[in-house]
Nanobody
Framework: QVQLVESGGGLVQPGGSLRLSCAAS????????MGWYRQAPGKQRELVAA???????NYADSVKGRFTISRDNAKNTVYLQMNSLKPEDTAVYYC???????????????????WGQGTQVTVSS
């Protein structure tokens, strides 16, 4: 079993910055992908940014140039640095982690996706 703990959300004024963190723990052989999603009221959950184990990144067009995703493989932690925040960035932010973990299968391992509990980001004056 894998646990994800998110932190860093809060209330910030337009133009401000926040840094989100998501730490994974538990029975993990490796983490092959980490990402951040967000869901605003009345809207579908959307991908914000993702990063592979090799460090390749991709971003939603709406956050390019403002948000930066990074990871610390030694700590099994992914970060989202959010700058120049706008009111439309207001949402609950969720981290998602893809892991290789132990399994009772013949292979002895399996891949699974886990979600964090979500952290509220509110951008308002």
């Amino acid at each position: 079993q894998v646990q994800l703990v998110e932190s860093g959300g809060g209330l910030v004024q337009p133009g401000g910055s926040l840094r989100l963190s998501c730490a994974a723990s538990g029975s993990i052989f490796s983490i092959y992908a980490m990402g951040w999603y967000r869901q605003a009221p009345g809207k579908q959950r959307e991908l914000v940014a993702a990063i592979t184990s090799g460090g390749s990144t991709n971003y939603a067009d709406s956050v390019k140039g403002r948000f930066t995703i990074s990871r610390d493989n030694a700590k099994n932690t992914v970060y989202l640095q959010m700058n120049s925040l706008k009111p439309e960035d207001t949402a609950v932010y969720y981290c998602k982690v893809g892991v290789l973990e132990p399994s009772s299968s013949v292979a002895g391992t399996k891949t699974s996706d886990y979600w964090g509990q979500g952290t509220q980001v509110t951008v308002s004056s």
